[in-house]
């Protein structure tokens, strides 16, 4: 009850505010989401925004303009205002982004583009149309992708059936998508919102993400297409007594992909091993909640829940908001070897808590979220245990100003992030075993909206560590990252278990992001090298256990992106 009174509480001060500006920032825009980020650090932006609820609005940024950080072209760039100043039609930027993948899929929070070998382009833009409180905002987009085929785990000759059991009979992640090339066009970032003070509540298929991660988020990032949902958000920081306050409440449907497992020439491992998931949609429902103490400047803190469950699975409103008292019901299920079984654990549910600190003095951020995807059956066994079924993130970005080049900062930045089960489930795995991450005996599709992660887009069972250091000058820079990649430890461990066979991709790459007048730009290069590919080797002749031969492959990614702002 306490959490209801203070969820009203907080809507109540928000209708007494002032009205907003309708202009968002979406999840991803290249080059400027970042450049708002650097600037918080700089001390030129609310270090009262945590940057764990986006998109961010114009009003919560400090802009009249978000696609206009400088001002270069004056403030009113509207195709239409009107003359009582009630209204305004705006046309949002036009881009087109450009990612080539030369031996198989790699790369992730990147939307609606799909995880394919080969090339494939995103074409976007929009309006926005504000009168009084209500904001339209149509940004559609295009997708067409190649979708080469290339080799994939459901088709390997040591562990297809293995694989199945594990990944893909229990999410929707589909290695090929079609045996053509694919196209989409969706609505992208478009929503239909009104606005009273610091609070927004309408439709949406907007991206969302939830979380101080920059390379992942464990429960809500841009990895996937957004989705159809309804929301009611704070647009800027809502300020109290003792602090500030933003958070998001979320109810939307999610899709399956639509394609098979697997779909290559020469495997029938599919039609041998696939077994068929319901053919339903999916409720998501979820929020995220964000405190930032009014005695500690630039600490945010958080806590984020969401929930999963198959249509057919709701039977009450209670099924709609599970958040306080979510029902139960007994349903029956074929698992991941086509074995019917009963269970009453209808709900795919996760929860994290986060935190963000950002010393605008020392120039630094450091933040962190931890989840787990089973709760804690009470407070000793948290305190006890609290490895148990989690996964984490953690980073942090500092700026180094360069006395010899004023205006011009090193940036340094690391972030690793781990999903793999941990020795807590080795141990317990009898009595007390535990999913992997974005997976579900119940809810077969998983923690997906059209074949890809919501979440991390390292995907089920991964780990990833990140560093990177660049060139910063405003809006402009150019770097080198340097990051490592462990493919699903869970499926490794459970069934490969031969240390001579992890899956580690490794890479290096060289990106930059520049303006120039009205337009926007970026590039990145970038070599993986992957051991062990697909956990694959030749056997080793005689007794000595390292005297084999490797399976690794090499990839080339490639992205390019231009955007033009009017």
Request: glycine share 12%; net charge neutral; charged share 20%.
């Amino acid at each position: 009850m306490h959490i209801r009174y203070l969820l009203y509480s907080l809507c109540l001060i928000a209708v007494l505010q002032e009205n907003v500006l309708g202009q968002t920032l979406p999840v991803g825009t290249p080059v400027l989401e970042d450049y708002y980020r650097r600037l918080q650090l700089l001390g030129k932006v609310d270090s009262s925004l945590s940057f764990s609820v986006r998109p961010l609005s114009a009003e919560a940024l400090g802009q009249t303009n978000v696609f206009n950080p400088d001002g270069m072209w004056g403030i009113d760039s509207n195709l239409y205002t009107r003359p009582d100043g009630t209204g305004y039609i705006q046309a949002l930027p036009i881009g087109l982004d450009y990612k080539l993948n030369g031996s198989y899929p790699y790369g992730w929070n990147d939307g609606a583009m799909v995880p394919t070998g080969g090339g494939q382009v995103r074409i976007y833009g929009g309006i926005l149309a504000k009168y009084r409180f209500l904001t339209l905002q149509l940004q559609p987009e295009l997708i067409y992708a190649t979708n080469n085929k290339y080799k994939g785990m459901a088709n390997s000759p040591g562990y297809g059936l293995e694989w199945y059991r594990a990944v893909g009979n229990v999410i929707d992640m589909p290695e090929y998508f079609g045996k053509t090339v694919y196209t989409r066009a969706l609505l992208g970032q478009s929503s239909l919102k009104a606005t009273f003070g610091s609070v927004s509540f309408g439709f949406s298929t907007e991206n969302l993400y939830w979380g101080p991660g920059m390379r992942n988020s464990l429960l809500m990032s841009n990895n996937a297409p957004g989705f159809p949902h309804f929301t009611v958000h704070t647009s800027k920081p809502v300020r109290t007594p003792i602090g500030s306050f933003e958070g998001q409440l979320v109810g939307g449907t999610l899709r399956a992909s639509g394609f098979p497992t697997s779909l290559t020439p020469e495997s029938l491992h599919d039609e041998l091993y696939a077994v068929e998931k319901p053919d339903v949609n999916r409720y998501f429902s979820g929020f995220v909640a964000s405190y930032q103490p009014k005695w500690i400047p630039g600490l945010s803190l958080g806590i984020i829940r969401s929930f999963v469950v198959n249509d057919n699975d709701m039977k009450g409103f209670g099924d709609y908001l599970p958040f306080f008292k979510p029902s139960v019901k007994e349903t029956t299920y074929l698992d991941g070897a086509g074995v019917e079984r009963t269970s009453t654990e209808v709900r795919d549910r996760y929860g994290s808590v986060f935190f963000r600190w950002v010393m605008p003095k020392g120039q630094l951020e450091v933040y962190g979220e931890y989840g787990r995807n089973v709760k804690a059956e009470n407070g000793r066994d948290w305190m006890v245990q609290p490895s148990y079924s989690r996964g984490y993130v953690l980073g942090f970005r500092k700026l180094v100003p360069l006395g010899f080049s004023p205006g011009d900062y090193l940036q340094l930045g690391a972030e690793a992030t781990e999903l793999s089960m941990n020795n807590t489930y080795f141990v317990n795995r009898v009595n007390r075993a535990y999913p992997t991450w974005y997976t579900h005996h119940v809810v077969r599709d998983g923690y997906t909206h059209r074949g890809q992660v919501l979440g991390a887009g390292i995907g089920p069972g991964s780990n990833m560590q990140t560093v990177s250091i660049a060139w910063v000058r405003g809006i402009k820079q150019i770097g080198f990252e340097l990051e490592r990649l462990m493919h699903n430890e869970d499926f490794f461990y459970m069934y490969v278990a031969d240390i001579r066979r992890s899956w580690a991709d490794f890479g290096w790459s060289l990106y930059g992001e520049w303006d120039f007048d009205r337009f926007l730009g970026y590039a990145r290069i970038q070599k993986v090298h992957s051991y062990n590919y697909r956990h694959e080797f030749l056997m080793p002749e005689g007794n000595s256990f390292w005297n084999f031969e490797p399976q690794d492959r090499n990839n080339f990614l490639m992205r390019l992106g231009v955007a033009y702002r009017f």
